[in-house]
């Protein structure tokens, strides 16, 4: 079998695998001797003595339980920064409780396709899952809260509402009767905007745009003409090449080129008006949640904050020389929307959120949340962040 099967237009497809590039190979590597390395420090933090390799692997020294579980994904197996994320996470958690708890992790599909890990966890299929609050819309509207908000908060921003702002209260009280319990466990930082097998130099090139868009994101197309389509994201890419889609966004260059979605279109559009800074979920199984002790809670949480640093570091490293590769290897267009488009793009997402939280009392309390924190977090980013990229050269 040839290591690259070719599509039916004659072109190579992409493997999606860790080792796809060198990127992504030394990315594991780090990632491998950190976690290594990680147990005693995610033990002290959360208060737990270290123990000895030789005392991790007795349960009767931990004089506890072994814990073994599975995780979900929505991730292809292995794809970058997003299901080694989520092994990360998982490694993290076994090295920091001494093997106390072991976690063997799915990629979508594997177990249950990537669109029901939420009802896999909630349903106890498995104990734990890993994926984004946008694609559980149908189970609750304010779940996308904790995805991506169109023109919203970035990471910086997101997290101190999420950990200081009292969005993660909200978080849980949504997932609560569901039966799970959410902790933020990623974030990708501002996404690019989408490929685009056609120009888009005014709102009416979106009339009639058949899009791969999730969320709230999803819905601005919608206003503006176009038609936002789900798929997870093992199904981007023939979609895209087969012509069932448009234009699709998925993440950004770290990711998109591990996709080989510059072989499906042309045009690369940014900024990421829809998911500017992209929450990514643990979500866990809240009567699995409850059996386990105070300890393996601590490490839980704690790993889960670790990871939603280590997810952000990475593709800050790793866009910025995927991106140098589509561009001067691949040749792709990289393209700005236009200002009149995202203006218009940014008033009907007020109309979209507005609209959301008048028919909906959760919604409302979220959105409230939400625009209170981000009004007074940009006041500050606009002469500390914002201030100070505006003066670097």
């Known amino acids: 079998m040839s290591a690259h099967p070719v599509a039916g237009n004659g072109r190579r497809r992409p493997l999606i695998r860790l080792a796809c590039t060198c990127v992504v190979y030394s990315a594991a590597m780090r990632r491998r001797d950190f976690v290594s390395g990680l147990g005693a420090g995610v033990l ?13 692997g007795s349960d009767a020294v931990v004089g506890g339980k072994t814990y073994n579980w599975k995780m979900v994904t929505t ?18 958690i076994e090295a920091a409780s001494g093997g106390r708890m072991r976690i063997r992790v799915y990629g979508g599909g594997e177990l249950v396709p990537a669109l029901e890990v939420f009802d896999a966890v909630a349903g106890g299929t498995a104990e734990m899952g890993h994926g984004a609050g946008y694609y559980w819309k149908g189970k609750s509207e304010a779940a996308q809260f904790f995805g991506a908000v169109p023109f919203g908060m970035e990471v910086i921003e997101v997290n101190g509402w999420l950990y200081h702002g009292g969005g993660l209260d909200l ?5 609560e009767p569901f039966g799970l319990v959410p902790f933020p466990a990623g974030n990708t930082g501002v996404q690019m905007g989408g490929w685009f097998n056609r120009e888009i130099n005014s709102v009416a090139d979106l009339r009639g745009l058949k899009m791969r868009i999730p969320g709230l994101g999803g819905d601005v197309l919608r206003r503006a003409g176009g038609t936002p389509v789900l798929l997870a994201g093992g199904d981007v890419y023939t979609a895209l090449e087969t012509g069932a889609i448009d234009a699709t966004e998925w993440v950004g260059p770290y990711n998109d080129l591990a996709f080989g979605l510059h072989q499906a279109a042309r045009y690369y559009y940014y900024p990421g008006w829809h998911e500017p800074g992209s929450v990514l979920e643990c979500i ?50 990289v393209r700005r929307f236009p200002d009149a488009v995202l203006k218009r793009l940014e ?11 008048g028919r909906d009392e959760m919604v409302r309390r979220v959105y409230t949340s939400y625009k209170e924190f981000l009004e007074k977090a940009a006041r500050w980013q606009s002469i500390s962040e914002l201030a100070y990229l505006h003066t670097r050269s």
């Open 44 to 56: 002290a933090a959360a208060g737990i003595p270290a123990c000895s390799k030789q005392q991790a």
């Open 75 to 92: 991730w292809p197996p292995n794809f970058p920064g997003l299901g080694t994320g989520a092994a990360w996470l998982a490694k993290t």
């Open 171 to 175: 978080w849980r009280e949504i997932y």
């Open 284 to 333: 866990v199984n809240k009567r699995h949640w409850d059996e386990l002790p105070e300890d393996l809670k601590s490490i839980v949480s704690t790993a889960c904050q670790a990871a939603n640093l280590e997810m952000f570091a990475e593709y800050t490293a790793f866009n910025q020389q995927a991106l140098n590769t589509l561009v001067e290897e691949h040749k792709v267009e």
């Open 347 to 357: 008033e009907l997402s007020r109309e979209v959120l507005e609209d959301l939280a």
